[in-house]
C-alpha cells in the first residue's frame, strides 16, 4: 500500500544521504593524506623509501620544530627548559630512529 511507497522513498533518501557522507568522508582523508605527505617530505627520515606512519611524522615533525626554534634563538619547548641545539638534534635523530623501529617491527 501507500506505507510501502513512504518505506522505500525514506530508505532510497538515507542511502544518498549515506552515500553523500561517504564521499565526504573519503576527500576529507584524502586532504589530511595530502597534508600529511607534504609533512613528511619536510620533516628529516633516514631516506626517501622510508613509509612513516602519520603518528611518526607528527612526532618527528614536533623534535623537528623544536630544534629549528633554538637555533632561531626561541623556545617551543613545552616546559620552556631551553635546551641545548645539540640535546634538540639528538632527540630529532633519536625520534626518526625510534619511529623508523616501531614501523619496521608492525610491518613484520
Do not use: W
Not at 10 to 23: F, G, H, L, S, V
Not at 64 to 90: F, H, K, N, W
Amino acid at each position: 500500500g501507500p506505507g510501502g511507497g513512504q518505506q522505500r522513498n525514506y530508505k532510497n533518501m538515507t542511502r544518498e544521504r549515506r552515500i553523500e557522507a561517504n564521499a565526504r568522508e573519503r576527500t576529507r582523508v584524502h586532504t589530511i593524506s595530502a597534508a600529511f605527505d607534504t609533512l613528511r617530505r619536510t620533516v628529516p627520515a633516514y631516506s626517501h623509501s622510508q613509509k612513516l606512519s602519520k603518528l611518526s611524522v607528527l612526532r618527528i615533525a614536533c623534535s623537528y620544530i623544536l630544534t629549528l626554534s633554538r637555533v632561531a634563538g626561541m623556545d617551543y619547548s613545552a616546559d620552556q627548559s631551553e635546551p641545548p641545539v645539540q640535546e634538540c638534534v639528538d632527540l630529532v635523530t633519536k625520534t626518526i630512529q625510534t619511529e623508523g623501529k616501531l614501523r619496521r617491527k608492525r610491518d613484520d
